[in-house]
Structure formats: structure tokens, C-alpha cells
């Protein structure tokens, strides 16, 4: 190990730099007290490496003052190897209870110990934010979680402050440390960091937000770390494209042990080494370390968090790591791995070396180490013990904190529709949903506007002179000239990057209402719909949430739209737990639904079909700045005794056409707009079924499976003897979208689809 003589000279480093500044100077800087703080030391140069337009040196911090809480020498680095090997053990511990069946799933840290303590010690928790990912086991030691707090994960016990029991054993979360809930899919907390880094950006940008965001920080800086194999992730580089841009404050760690499962990292990346790839992203500083080597992960860990802290841009280290158990207790990798390369693994353990070195330079004798090692032990022992005798969370817990617990958008609260006055010159859609996001914004400066070219002009020198975009469809027109670039602005066309920045900013306090510009390319963005942004709430147990409002236009009927500008696939949305899905089919309602979206507590999928945006036909005046509709609350658009339709969309005026049809030929048809789509008004198809005994349901998605199978398998199964006749339904066919209008009229259901289903059904 050749880092023998660098032991003594970065204690005195360390311990020279906390001499001459006054006490003020550390709540300047930020320096959060506790042992276990390594404080910034002034750097006359960061290395970087040769590249076209290199940035220039950060400037120098001054240095902190000294303080009470300080470790001299020996104490700093036997801290270290405490926290280093206490992670190693309660590895072992929770291996030994999975072979004893009393866990469930083990997944360790172990080989990564050295770069996460040495991450622990120069960021500061419940200041700094943190994405971890699954071996970060020794950095949450070292930020304060406690080995018991662990088990109590691997348990599945009530009291897990990670997930309360709803999540695996290393998917970290801690609220009192700024760990953000962590799931299993890889690469997806890149885009959170991102966003949470840039909260903190745009509280820069507009002060007001500073008070309103979580724990804001001047110096803050966001953390998130991945493995080898997450880095071919697309969500990873899309993150680092943004961070780059912005010059966000993150702090990117590759923890590199050369597999991703049984996949060695030659075969993911291109070359084999993924920092050579990214060398030139602007205003990224990049290092290499050993990342078994505590002593030089400490030096690299400290130089990046310095850099991230000046503002001078992200940081990116890359530590090389070893893998010395499996991938988890799930994985054997004997079956692909040689014992050649795995004893090489074994000589460069992190615990086992710098326990030597600390040996060999004096810093403690074989007797002390094997005194911290005994009571690592007896503390694992003791954690283990108490974790096995706390209970599970109780069965009725299970549906807890799907949604929302203290804001019910279904409530009166947001009820004033039977209040409303009308006022001005009747608006579209179009017009009432962009009057809306105005006045909103107005309201609640937490909200921020984005998606694919939705401000007027990204070129702010240019806005005077241009007419300016505001969407492809107008909607947000004229919002950025109003409020700023800081609250209003364009995103890369990725829309992951869209909705994964959005949690991240939603995480820290901000409201984002970001737009997927045509529902047909939201497929790049469902690893974050549905495995972070829906399930956020729960996964924690309502320690984190992200209500982000997410705007789509939607649909068909377009003359042109054909297979990727005409999709309505919403019951793939509607069975996610945990989002909202809400479709107005006139000017009035996307006005108070929308409302309603932006001030609930839970994410939205709000959907705005096209076809509608500026019909003559569903024109609305305007109804005030606090008009709300509920969600859950179906509206009567037609009295009627004979048949029912229950629909949405474009569907209610093609069966209010249907209905004026057949009223000639004596039938009677009464007309639901759901509105809101989950939850829907079960009282109100209740109450309809109940009244005409027959039933049609509408909708533009395709028949088989679509949402409408939901809402007739309830009526056949809770209101059967109600019924005179079988429930029909009127949809598109199960095939795609066509260009050519004839064939786009046979695919997508008519008001003569919908008046032939009234007549069968009438003669049944």
C-alpha cells in the first residue's frame, strides 16, 4: 500500500487549516459541527485534465476557524476505519441472518467502504442532499444512520427509517439526514439528484424561493452515486448533460468494482472506462482514485466537494472498487468469475489493509484494533438483537400513503363549482388553461414551468423582437415573458430528463407543472412515472413525496395525427397507484381541474387532448382565480331516462350528437363525463345505472383492455340486478392510429358508433 508517508501529511494539512479564521467565517462557509467533519482546507490548484476549454482553478476558500468538535490526528483516521469496518459487519450480520431465514434479501457494501467514508466526512448531512444507491451502506454510517436503523430494514420492521418496512434492505432513506428515498431501478437518482441541485439553483436565481424550499444552503451540495454498470443507463448521461449545463452542484460517484451482476464492466463501456467517455463535458471536474484507499479517496472526496461548493460546476469521481462478496445473496459469482481474479480482490480490501497500515504507523497497536473491532462487534450483536424483536408494520397499514394523508383534492375544499361566476369573453381550452398556470404562478412563486419548448424564447436577448413559441400549442404563452426564465424554460428533448429533474425539485419544495409534449413520447419517461415519481410516498412511508403535475396533450381526431401524434393509452397510467389521471373535455373544467392538479399534495397526470384545445363548441368565460373542481366528481352533461353513457374526452361531445340523434327517434339518453379518471365518481355511475338500467361506456382508447373494462366489470359485479341489458362499449379498434382519414374515421369510435350502440342497445 503506498500511501504510508501521505497518512501523517494529510493530518497535518488537515489540522494547519483550522487555525486562523473567526467563528463567523464556519457558518459562512457552511461547516456543520460533529466529530466526524473533515473541514475544508484551502487547495492552490485542482488538477484537471488536458481538455479543449479547460475551467479555470477554483478560487480558495478561506479556512474554517478551529472548533471543540475537531479530531486531531489518530481519532480522525481510527474514525475511519470504525465506520469502514463497522459497515463491514453489519454485512456479515445481515449475511448471517439471511442464511438463518430471518431476513428476507441481503445486498452488501463491502469493498466500497474507504470512498464512502471518506464521502461521509466532507459532506455534512441535513445540509448537504444525497441519492445513494444500494452499497452505499458505509456512507449513511458515516452520516449518522446507526447499524440498528439498518437492521430494522433488513428486518421489514415498522420502525425502518428507510421505508417504514416497504422497501428492500439498501434502499436508503433517511429524512433527518436529507437521504432521499432510494428504489431499485438503476440510474434513476441521477435525474432526481439533478433536480434537487437544481431547486437550490433556482432559489438562486429567484430569492423568494429560499424560504420555501428544504434546508436551502447557499454552498449546499447534492450527492448521488452509481456503479459501473448503471453508467449505461441513458438517465445517467442525460443527468450529467444537464448537471454540465447548469453547472449544477452535484457530485457524481462511479463506484467501479468492474461487474454490474455477473457483466464486467469491458463489456457494458465502450473501452472499459467510463470517465475517459465523459473527460469532456464542460465545467465537469474529473478524478480518479483508489477507492479502497481511504486516504487518497479522502484528498479526491475533499478537492470535488470544494469544487461543487465554489459553484464552479459538477464533479465526477471515478473510484475503482472491488466486489469481494457477490452481487447480493441472490447471485453466486463463482459461476463467472475466476479465483484468480477474485483473490486479487482479496489483497486490496479496504478494512483489511488500513487496519495494517494503522498498525504500522503507529496509530494504534494490534490490542487497540482488536478493542474497536470487539466493541463493532458486541454494538452489531446488540443492533441485530433489538431489530429481530420490533414488529412489522401492522396488515391495515398496506394502502397507507398511496396518496396523500393531509391533502384530499376530492374534498369540498376544493369544491366551488356551484359558486362560480363567469366573467369576460368566452375562452378555449387553450386560453383557460394557460389563464390558469398565469394565475397559479401568481399565487405560489414554488411554481415552475418546463418541458420541450414551452417558453417563448430560450434567447431572453431576443424576446422584444420575436412573437415567442410558448408550446406547440400556445398553451403557455407569453408565461415566460411574465415570470422569467428562472421559472419558465425549455428542456432537452428527453423526457425522463423532464420528469426525473421535476421529482428531484419536488423533493425539495418547489411545485413543477412540466409538459410531455404529445402523450405518444411519454415512453421514455415511465421508469420515473411509475417507479419514483407515483411511488415516492409510499416506498418512504410519507417521509418524501413529489406532487408534480405533469400536462399532456392526448389523443386523436386530428386529420393527420396518425400512429405517434394520436395515441390515448391512458390505462396504462389509470393502475399505477399513486397518480392522479385527470382528462377535462371543455375549457371550463381544464381550468378548475387543473387548478385543483397544481394544488394538491400528489402527482398528476393531466391529460389535454388535442382535438379539443380550441373547439367553438366547449368555449368557456373565464370563472375567477379560485375556481376548483374536485377530482372524483363526474359531471351530468345530459339528463336523460332510457340509456346511460359514461365517457371522457373527445367522446362527450361525439355522444351529446349521438344522444341529439336518437332523442328523434324517441330515446332518452343520459350523459357522464367522468372528468376525472382516477379516482373516478362511482356514485355517480351508481346513480345513472340505477336510473336507465342500461348502460354504454365510451372512450377513445382502444377496446380491449382499456379503461372502460374497469368501469364495466364494477357495474357487472356491484350493480348486476340493476341492469336490463349487457353493458356496451363503444371504442377505437385494437390497432394503431392511422394517417389516411378514411382509415383514421374506422379506427377512432363516432357519434354513429355511438348512436348504433344506443339503438342495439334500446331493442335488447
Not at 497497536?365 to 482488536?370: F, K, P, V
Not at 371504442?731 to 392511422?738: E, I, K, P, S
Amino acid at each position: 500500500m503506498k500511501t504510508d508517508t501521505k497518512v501523517l501529511k494529510l493530518v497535518r494539512k488537515t489540522e494547519s487549516s483550522s487555525t486562523t479564521e473567526a467563528p463567523e467565517q464556519e457558518a459562512e462557509m457552511g461547516m456543520a459541527p460533529g466529530p466526524t467533519s473533515v473541514p475544508l482546507t484551502p487547495e492552490p490548484e485542482i488538477e484537471q485534465r488536458p481538455r479543449p476549454a479547460p475551467m479555470p482553478a477554483p478560487k480558495p476558500v478561506p479556512s474554517p476557524a478551529p472548533r471543540a468538535g475537531d479530531l486531531p490526528d489518530h481519532k480522525l483516521l481510527l474514525e475511519m476505519y470504525r465506520t469502514m469496518y463497522l459497515s463491514r459487519r453489519v454485512d456479515d450480520k445481515e449475511i448471517q441472518l439471511k442464511g438463518q431465514n430471518r431476513i428476507f434479501f441481503q445486498i452488501s457494501g463491502a469493498g466500497h467502504e474507504a470512498i464512502l467514508v471518506a464521502a461521509g466526512m466532507v459532506l455534512k448531512p441535513s445540509y448537504d442532499w444525497f441519492y445513494p444507491y444500494y452499497r452505499d451502506r458505509a456512507l449513511c454510517l458515516q452520516l449518522g444512520m446507526t447499524p440498528l436503523e439498518m437492521l430494522l430494514s433488513a428486518v421489514g420492521a415498522e420502525a425502518d427509517p428507510n421505508s417504514h418496512g416497504r422497501q428492500m434492505p439498501s434502499h436508503w432513506g433517511h429524512s433527518k439526514l436529507n437521504i432521499v428515498s432510494q428504489s431499485s431501478p438503476t440510474g434513476t437518482q441521477c435525474l432526481q439528484a439533478v433536480g434537487c441541485a437544481e431547486a437550490s439553483y433556482r432559489a438562486q436565481l429567484v430569492p423568494e424561493l429560499q424560504k420555501r424550499i428544504g434546508s436551502f444552503q447557499k454552498d449546499e451540495v447534492t450527492y448521488v452515486s452509481l456503479g459501473d454498470g448503471t453508467s449505461s443507463e441513458g438517465e445517467f448521461w442525460e443527468a450529467l448533460n444537464t448537471a454540465c449545463n447548469f453547472k449544477l452542484p452535484v457530485l457524481f460517484l462511479l463506484e467501479d468494482n468492474g461487474y454490474a451482476i455477473s457483466v464486467p464492466v469491458e463489456v457494458q463501456t465502450a473501452g472499459g472506462d467510463v470517465s475517459k467517455l465523459i473527460e469532456n463535458f464542460p465545467s465537469l471536474y474529473l478524478q480518479r482514485c483508489d477507492g479502497t484507499d481511504p486516504i487518497e479517496s479522502l484528498e479526491v472526496m475533499r478537492r470535488a466537494v470544494d469544487y461543487c461548493r465554489r459553484r464552479q460546476g459538477p464533479a465526477f469521481v471515478h473510484a475503482k472498487v472491488i466486489r469481494p462478496y457477490s452481487h447480493s445473496l441472490s447471485d453466486d459469482e463463482k459461476l463467472y468469475r475466476s479465483d484468480e481474479e477474485r483473490a486479487s480482490d482479496a489483497e486490496r480490501d479496504p478494512v483489511k489493509r488500513f487496519g495494517a497500515l494503522l498498525i504500522d504507523e503507529g496509530v494504534i497497536d494490534q490490542a487497540g484494533l482488536q478493542k474497536i473491532k470487539d466493541e463493532i462487534d458486541r454494538e452489531v450483536n446488540e443492533a441485530a438483537d433489538a431489530a429481530l424483536a420490533s414488529p412489522q408494520p401492522a396488515k391495515e397499514t398496506a394502502t397507507q400513503f398511496v396518496f396523500s394523508p393531509d391533502v384530499d383534492p376530492c374534498s369540498k375544499e376544493f369544491d366551488t363549482e356551484d359558486r362560480v361566476q363567469l366573467s369576460g369573453n368566452a375562452g378555449t381550452m387553450v386560453d383557460l388553461i394557460n389563464r390558469c398556470l398565469d394565475t397559479e404562478m401568481a399565487r405560489d412563486p414554488r411554481i415552475v414551468i418546463f418541458g420541450e419548448d414551452v417558453a417563448d424564447c430560450s434567447k431572453e436577448q431576443y424576446l422584444e423582437t420575436v412573437k415567442g413559441k410558448g408550446g406547440v400549442f400556445k398553451v403557455t404563452a407569453n408565461l415566460q415573458r411574465k415570470y422569467g426564465g428562472a421559472r419558465v424554460f425549455n428542456s432537452p428533448l428527453a423526457e425522463a430528463n423532464i420528469v426525473g429533474r421535476a421529482i428531484g425539485m419536488a423533493t425539495r419544495g418547489l411545485k413543477p407543472v412540466v409538459e410531455i409534449q404529445f402523450f405518444d413520447y411519454i415512453w421514455p419517461a415511465m421508469h420515473q412515472i411509475r417507479n419514483e415519481l407515483a411511488v415516492m410516498r409510499w416506498r418512504s412511508g410519507n417521509d418524501w413525496k413529489s406532487p408534480v403535475v405533469m400536462r399532456v396533450p392526448v389523443g386523436g381526431y386530428l386529420k393527420g395525427g396518425a400512429v405517434y401524434h394520436s395515441q390515448s393509452g391512458v390505462s396504462t397510467f389509470t393502475q399505477i397507484p399513486g397518480l392522479r389521471v385527470i382528462y377535462p373535455s371543455n375549457a371550463l373544467d381544464a381550468n378548475g381541474l387543473l387548478r385543483t392538479a397544481i394544488r394538491c399534495d400528489d402527482p398528476v397526470l393531466f391529460l389535454e387532448h388535442k382535438h379539443l384545445y380550441r373547439q367553438a363548441y366547449n368555449k368557456s368565460q373565464y370563472p375567477g382565480e379560485d375556481f376548483m373542481i374536485p377530482f372524483g366528481k363526474a359531471k351530468k352533461v345530459r339528463e336523460g331516462t332510457d340509456i346511460s353513457i359514461i365517457t371522457y374526452g373527445a367522446l362527450v361531445q361525439r355522444s351529446l350528437v349521438a344522444a341529439k340523434q336518437m332523442e328523434q327517434e324517441g330515446v332518452s339518453v343520459e350523459i357522464i363525463d367522468l372528468r376525472s379518471l382516477v379516482p373516478f365518481d362511482w356514485k355517480a355511475i351508481e346513480e345513472t345505472v340505477k336510473k336507465t338500467n342500461r348502460v354504454i361506456v365510451a372512450h377513445e382508447d382502444s377496446l380491449s383492455f382499456g379503461y372502460g373494462a374497469e368501469i364495466v366489470a364494477r357495474i357487472t359485479d356491484e350493480l348486476f340486478e340493476y341492469l336490463d341489458a349487457p353493458v356496451k362499449r363503444v371504442c377505437a379498434l385494437d390497432t394503431f392510429v392511422a394517417y389516411a382519414p378514411l382509415v383514421e374515421d374506422a379506427i377512432l369510435p363516432q357519434s354513429s358508433d355511438v348512436a348504433k350502440a344506443i339503438a342495439e342497445l334500446k331493442s335488447y
